[in-house]
């Protein structure tokens, strides 16, 4: 078989390229690419701060960096095992087609590093204006590592705008070297995706006391089980007697090896009303887990792969322990396991960092949005379906302290339909600040993020809390409420100093949704007795679905007062009137941001870049 | 007064740069603009066929043509009496605010030509992109003629887009030296609109039989009434036992020294009903008009400013004459004489080119868009509001023949809130091509447009018509219907092989509506009994208009089923069910024509041109 150009072949349709490929993947199934022209010096780990793994097995490990003044990010792609080449890029949602893509590639012979596009039918192009850099490739003995920039905004319209929030990167692997890019079949690739926040804010760690403890709330050398997706629960207890404390940073601890696998973490505290929970070490969702666990749901941190340690701002902490809070901590890992790993052991968990010198503020969670209730529903069908949920002037003008308070860090959170969040800051009837928006929001990548501004809301300011949700493949509505099939929008704000208030939500007025449903009711001729004692889903769930039922929903939710939970806890309200209030009137709305075009080196030329191979190993 | 510098100045607060204005205006009342660089020959008359008078005096006269294949207007504006300069240019709808200018202004010493913009407040700005360019500048005996030329399309954000339909031309004479471009004060000036069809369709004049005769309708020596706004009425009368003819071309008569008066002017066809109708020549909306008047609607002919000779297709021709249609005419001329001159003497109308050798086909006219009725209503205070009347498949599937019919001209109508008409033709519920589209409507400029193509309309195709509205001036519901205050959305679309059909148009189910209106007073908590004798209008009338109401009235006209006057004439339908009849369904739309940037001379640096002044005289 060294030489089978010599031999007849056996198939006829075959091409002398294709011939040659063969030959050449028989003489080396792997290909190595050489040192190329490594601009400057060799990268040091701190250079690229960020890391994720992009594959379930760990063969591809992303790290990047990111310069605001460049308005930029450098990424260091280490590939494990090279074989034919490699596609990197991002998406709307992690999917292959309409996708912006870093290919590495070879014909067998050469390797070439180009910037391109797929089309909607997933068919690759070269881009007319190359955005993706190469800096440099090198070798290394864990494998070759790739170097390029990318500027958040290119201004070439076949290019992902990388915004704040959660990127979609997809990745696939190239089994067999390729003629050209147009060539490569994506839908015959080994690939997949991988969400992160690729905009890491900027901000400086606060100098940490000499005094501080950490505690590592980890998972008793757990078994993964092995299936796709898990949810584990592992009850953990505070010392008898603990004093009050802050916690003041926490970080992840995952186990070597599972760093792929350990996809996100919380640890909850329960609530103080039951004196005791039991001990449990299992899947959440087993029937064995006891119910009493689900009074364990007070965030007390929350880490998602890729995420950093997560530090409060020096003026405050997290309270925990002490009179009055309960000693029992609920740890929930996600095991994300597409490959069916068995017997895989983990201990992975939290190490929470905390003082005794109490910061000057506690810290506090709000929660903005939408109240789970099945009275906000969305329509089946839909592409993209907005709710709204509401805290109003009238609910911070009673609420919160003259100085106001400061929003330092931000956990969006929708059920399975959700794909966009966005909170803004309105005074006086104008919109004023993004506190937190993400794009490509996806309800399985949930993390506490850290503002790059903190948010300073007044008494008196409104806070508007909108979700875009997907129903395309659903044939009934989705109500609001707890279940997985139902839907949330919600904003949990991380804040200072502390106050009573603990939600700051909104739903449409029942007695307005209640005419709707007698409108659609007449109005489709169909005389159903909408009787009182019919539940709001049960009404939602007979709708017979059409444009105008869509439509008036939409009006009803765009003009129908509220009913406002402006609560101390959710079952305490404050004093007032809340029901059936006005929606807050916006008379200026903020302006979509206007990419930057790239200020900095100029666009290559839309050819591939040739890599200079060296020699083929197996 | 030789000069002024030498005398102490009484007016503290004038600044050197205004007593030197002062003192050049004091010397010289009028600036002339000696012949700069003219670059080519002397142009023809016959290189610009399309020309109209500016302003009421006609002291300004635009000529100009269009090329396509260069997507660019060349203009030659005659200036009859220069002072110290002129604004010429085109904005939405006439307004001097957020306009696309091209300025000639004098420091009183020397003159510039520029592209400027206007913003929102009228502030003249220099415009980054110089895009109407200058060719030139020649004096002659009658005045100054200045040559430019200015692309369709020069994506410079800044520019108007020049589009078919109507473009609102604005002229503003500067009457006194001005230091710079942004000095001009725009609100002071002497300036006004015009109307035009600028982008004129290219199309080659058919033959003319040699037998052609010709019949001038024309108004009998009026004394244009001293008023802004007249409709006058004349009565014409064709021979006793005139045989049928095909006209085949007409063309405005204007009565030399009126051009600027003559806004437009119509013959329409009296009724075959009755056997006489009296003569009349005198003011439309007089209390003399005798009411059978009323009963002569069917456009033989139309022209208005700046429209040309209309010319039939050679296949075809306009039937008149002979057993079965009347003998009687009606000429209505629109005099604009915002001047007020008084006394002036009139004798235009329109002269009408025919054939007693018929062509191959009679040419039709049928009518597009909404019934007339007040069933379809536009809430108060809208900014655009829509409505959609359509054609439906099922009627041109009736009544078209099977060879199809030939659209090739087409007349928009509304009433005064209209602001867009568009009709689209659409095939297998797909969009496929605009039959006439105006996004710069005025109901003050209604002319009819032969089509840039022809358009092929077959049995199973569907023609829709969309109508913009703005109501932001009033305060009450505007309906469908004849009254001047109320609405219309029509397109008479011109085209050959006659056929019975007139009319094809829609408005939404009565039933649907009545529904809204019970949702409507459901919903808004009042318990008005709806009572079946009050009219729709009054039910209108009575809607406390707020987003819901509006909204739900939107989403009823995109959704209700619809009544069709599928008729051969305004009181007889085709046989068939034409009560609530489903919406077309568009599962693909047009997509927007993606502006071309010019793709010829590159843009000037956005510095004004200097001129070459000449002496200066008065």
Redesign the interface.
Known sequence: MQNSRSKPCSCPSLKLREVASMYLTMVAAFLVILVVALQGSVPQESDFPYKVPLDPQGLLELSWNVSYPEQAVHFQLLIRELRFGLLFGMSDRGEFENADLAVLWSDGHNSYFGDAWSDAKGQLHMDSQQDYQLLGARRAPEGLYLLFRRAFSTCDPKDYLIEDGTVHLIYGILEKPVPSLQAINISALHGGLQRVQLLKPNISIPELPSDMKSMEITAPDVVIPSQETTYWCYMAELPEGFPKHHIIMYEPVVTAGNEALVHHMEVFQCTAQFDSFPHYNGPCDSKMKPDRLNYCRHVLAAWAMGAQAFYYPEEAGLAFGGPGSSRYLRLEIHYHNPLVFKGRRDSSGIRLYYTATLRPYDAGIMELGLVYTPVMAIPPGEHSFILTGYCTDKCTQLALPAAGIRIFASQLHTHLAGRKVVTVLSRDGRERQVVNADGHYSPHFQEIRMLKEVVAVFPGDELITTCTYNTEDRSRATVGGFGILEEMCVNYVHYYPQTQLELCKSAVDPGYLH??F??VN??NDEEICMCPQVSVPQQFYSIPW???NR??L???Y???PISMHCNKSSAVRFPGEWEKQPLPRITERLREPVPRCPPVPEPQPAAPVPLNLGHLRR
């Open positions: 005419r709707y007698n409108l007449r109005f059409n444009t105008f439509d008036v939409k009006s009803l765009a003009f129908a």
